[in-house]
């Protein structure tokens, strides 16, 4: 069964370094998605990424982060200068047409 | 903005019993998505509701979503070890069907 692939699965940092996570989506898969969820909270939604540009985005999502589709399977979130704010799970999402989105098992991004 | 408060924050069940899980939005939903979180295994999708009394069933998990389409409820029947984890309700946040996530009824089920 496809799925969402996300690597590395646990991501330490130092503050004020940059981090890159990668997703692989679903290979016929349209839109992607990144969420992040801190530890104790809710799921919440970072952006989604449509067509090679940004559909939507959070308040969460400020310049410090950027996305990017660089070829024809990985989709990455990259932030710029990592706080301890940013440690969470980060989880990438992707669906077809429509609307059901699928989850990748998430990267831990543990800022030190 | 909208709210989706779900109850009960956690439950420990003994095997085999019934449970019910709550979803309770602040303004009316569109599309209602039931995940089951597992670590280590990201958001596993259950079902999703979009119609006002609309109700689906996968194996021994039931959801529905009310008539006036601002709560939904899952329920467990005869709930197995298996069915332990976080179940997370969301809803559209918009037409890019990005995901709004309540905060997540944790299961335990003891043998």
């Known amino acids: 069964e496809p799925e969402v692939t996300q690597t590395p699965s646990h991501q330490v940092t130092q503050m004020g370094q940059e981090v890159i996570l990668r997703c692989v989506p679903i290979s016929n898969h349209l839109y992607f998605y990144w969420y992040r969820q801190i530890l104790g909270q809710k799921v919440e939604f970072l952006v989604s990424?449509?067509?090679?540009?940004?559909?939507?985005k959070s308040e969460i999502f400020d310049d410090q982060f950027s996305v990017e589709r660089p070829d024809g399977s990985n989709f990455t979130l990259k932030i710029r200068s990592t706080k301890l704010e940013d440690s969470a799970m980060y989880f990438c999402?992707?669906?077809?047409?429509?609307?059901?989105?699928?989850f990748g098992a998430g990267t831990r991004l543990s800022v030190l | 903005s909208q709210e989706l408060e779900q109850s009960p924050q956690s439950l420990i069940v003994q095997e085999g019993k019934n449970l019910t899980i709550n979803c309770t939005s602040s303004?009316?939903?569109?599309?209602l998505y039931w995940y089951k979180q597992k670590y280590g295994e990201g958001l596993i999708f259950l079902m999703m509701?979009?119609?006002?009394?609309e109700e689906k069933s996968h194996e021994k998990i039931t959801a529905k979503l009310d008539e006036k389409k601002q709560q939904s409820s899952l329920h467990i029947t005869a709930s197995q070890p298996s069915h332990a984890g976080i179940y997370l309700c969301?809803?559209?946040?918009?037409?890019?069907?990005?995901?709004?996530f309540g905060k997540g009824t944790s299961l335990l089920v003891t043998p």
């Open positions: 303004k009316t939903l569109y599309g």
């Open positions: 509701l979009q119609k006002g009394g």
């Open positions: 969301g809803a559209d946040l918009n037409s890019g069907y990005a995901l709004n």
């Open positions: 999402a992707s669906r077809a047409g429509g609307p059901i989105q699928y």
């Open positions: 990424f449509y067509n090679n540009e940004i559909s939507e």
